[in-house]
């Protein structure tokens, strides 16, 4: 992995530090992809909402009950909204696990401090790996 590679390279963190930053760049990443995908679940949903609306207005004067109910796009369009509701669901659970699992690793690295920078060298040069860690990963060390 690129990580181990530049971190190691430097000497920055032990070993089992080295474990645990690696994994917390993974479920940051993942934590990214969660959000991406709530983002296109809801953009889909708005749109699937915006058609409806251009439905309705297209339909002006000529709208009553009995064309709403037998026209066959309506039955289709209220599937589809459904089933972009539940993505969107299905993406915010995704989103609220991922941020759960990083920001309970995150806490455990930012508590272990003392055990992953067991000598007064690493000690030193971690405040340069947490800030190439927030540029590079947006991963913030510095405080819980």
Do not use: P
């Not at 995908?37 to 004067?61: H, N, Y």
């Not at 299905?90 to 000598?119: C, F, G, H, P």
Request: aromatic content about 10%; charged content about 30%; proline content about 0%.
């Amino acid at each position: 992995m690129e990580i181990k590679q530049i971190i190691k390279k430097q000497d920055y963190v032990s070993d089992t530090g080295l474990v645990l930053v690696e994994t917390l760049i993974e479920r940051k990443v993942t934590e990214q992809h969660a959000e991406k995908l709530l983002r296109r679940a809801t953009l889909s949903t708005l749109m699937c909402l915006g058609l409806g609306v251009i439905f309705m207005l297209l339909q002006g004067a000529a709208l009553n009950f009995l064309t709403l109910i037998t026209s066959g796009f309506l039955y289709l369009y209220i599937g589809l909204f459904l089933i972009c509701l539940l993505f969107m669901k299905n993406a915010k659970k995704k989103l609220d696990k991922a941020e759960k699992e990083y920001e309970e690793l995150r806490s455990e690295v930012i508590d272990r401090q003392e055990q992953l920078w067991d000598t007064a060298e690493l000690w030193r040069k971690r405040h340069e790996l947490f800030k190439f860690l927030n540029e590079e990963y947006k991963v913030n060390l510095f405080h819980k």
